[in-house]
């Protein structure tokens, strides 16, 4: 059995011997001759910190309690801990908290991206990207319900990183 500190990353650069390395073969020139990475190889997520692991039903009845203000501060934390856990997720914050209170309709796209940003992180720290963005923004129409699935799918990543 191996461990996650044995793992090797693929050889990179032009002309990378990739056959030594048991990732078969690519070709030397072209655009073929670099790597295209849809997901960071095991053990490339710990480039930042773990975000905090919340109670998904405290984050639900919150948001519900406060008439959807809690649910705005945690979409906005949670989106800083994605982009501070791995430096590959590409997100301002700010700008997007914006958009999702003034412009229509921007949220079930906001929450759509958030969906796709966990998947990225699932991969990150090598889990299966179980976490659909499409049933975050069905869920959106139960009264937040996004909010509970989305920090579920938060929590194992993070319960995942400290074990």
Known sequence: MTSPNDFTPPPSGPGADYSSAGYGSAPATGYGAYPVATTPYPGAYQNGPSGKTRSPIGVFLLSIITLGIYGIVWYYKVNVELRNFNSSIRVNPTNMILLYIFVPYFSYFSIYCTGQRIQQAQAAAGLPTNTSPGIG???????????????????????????
Do not use: E, P
């Open 137 to 163: 923004v069905l869920l959106t129409f139960l009264i937040g319900g996004h909010t509970f699935y989305y920090q579920d799918a938060l929590n194992s990543i993070w319960q995942y990183r400290q074990a």
